[in-house]
Nanobody
Framework: QVQLVESGGGLVQAGGSLRLSCTASKRSFSSYGMGWFRQAPGKEREFVAA????????DYTDSAKGRFTISRDNAKNTMYLQMNSLKPDDTAVYYC?????????????WGQGTQVTVSS
């Protein structure tokens, strides 16, 4: 069992920045992956970004490229999502995800979610 604790959401004006954090209760091995998904009201949960714990390779949805940066701190078992140039369309609940392979292939554990609201 892996617990994921998220923090960093909040209210920000368009053009502003936020940094989300997700700390895993279990030490992550090189084959593991973590990532972020989001769900806006009335919409399905969608992929935002992913990172390989071992190699640090990253993957982004098109709308996040150039604005969001995913990173991890192995020593702290913590993953981050730096979000810049935020838009009202980024408003959603953001979920941390953990996978024994890649979150693109399937998520084994979810965080509780953190609200991000971008005002125009």
């Amino acid at each position: 069992q892996v617990q994921l604790v998220e923090s960093g959401g909040g209210l920000v004006q368009a053009g502003g920045s936020l940094r989300l954090s997700c700390t895993a209760s279990k030490r992550s091995f090189s084959s593991y992956g973590m990532g972020w998904f989001r769900q806006a009201p009335g919409k399905e949960r969608e992929f935002v970004a992913a990172i390989s714990w071992g190699t640090g390779s990253t993957d982004y949805t098109d709308s996040a490229k150039g604005r969001f940066t995913i990173s991890r701190d192995n020593a702290k078992n913590t993953m981050y999502l730096q979000m810049n140039s935020l838009k009202p369309d980024d408003t959603a609940v953001y979920y941390c995800a953990f996978s024994r392979s890649s979150v693109r292939n399937g998520v084994d554990y979810w965080g509780q979610g953190t609200q991000v609201t971008v005002s125009s």
